[in-house]
């Protein structure tokens, strides 16, 4: 592992871990980055993101675990074996059981990072009626500009494969329909995944995902949102001076 890139890695994890942000507790989320065309580093399972070390972190084979996603269905004992046979190293840790949506996501163009967790706000609404409709439309140009036109909705599935499986499908459909690379993910009455091209980019992301939750909460009890038509989205998501700051800010 390269010690910039793990440290990165690092970095972003204590800061969504940390008691400042407030988006994982516990032994909540997980952060993973592309390491090459073959591996790649995962936090590992029962481990603190605001703690995390070096040791924390488990390299995975790409080849091993992606292959899993195709299957009808799997026993825990045999996801588990998976997940195992997957370290370049038997002295790592085992990788957290969502270090399988994780290598497809490091798998999309574009992608060398991911981070998911459990924000308070974006969670508010995703345990919620309105959780599509969150997912679907925004509020302020900026929200465009760091989520993207809209986000990747997950109906609930149970973590593990069921969940891989699902964003899988879901990210696909994004695709086809928006013709544009997703970068929030947004699971039903579970939490937030963002993917991008460092972990600065992911940072940022996710810290615009829950601003926007908070803005989305507070309007709704004015009354409700005022959202950004479709036309003003593509317009912000089009615009030069747009792509020049995304460019600036590593997005």
Known sequence: MSTDAIQALLDLSHDLGGDRLRMAILGEGNTSLRLDAETFAVKASGSNLASLRPTDLTTCRFDRLLPLLDAPAATDAEIDGVLFASRVSEADKKPSIEALFHAYLLTLPGVQCVGHVHAIAVNQILCSPRAREFAERRACPDEVVMCGVESVFVPYAEPGLGLAQSIR?????????????????????????????????????????????????????????????????????????????QKMLGL
């Open 169 to 245: 499908r879901e990210v696909q459909a994004f695709v086809r329909r928006t013709s544009r690379a997703p970068k929030v993910i947004l699971l039903q009455n579970h939490g937030v995944i963002a993917v991008g091209p460092s972990a600065k980019a992911v940072l940022g992301t996710l810290l615009m995902s829950e601003k926007a939750a908070e803005i989305f909460v507070g309007a709704a009890t004015l009354g409700g949102p005022v959202f950004l038509t479709a036309e003003q989205c593509q317009r912000i998501a089009g615009r030069p001076d747009e792509h020049y700051r």
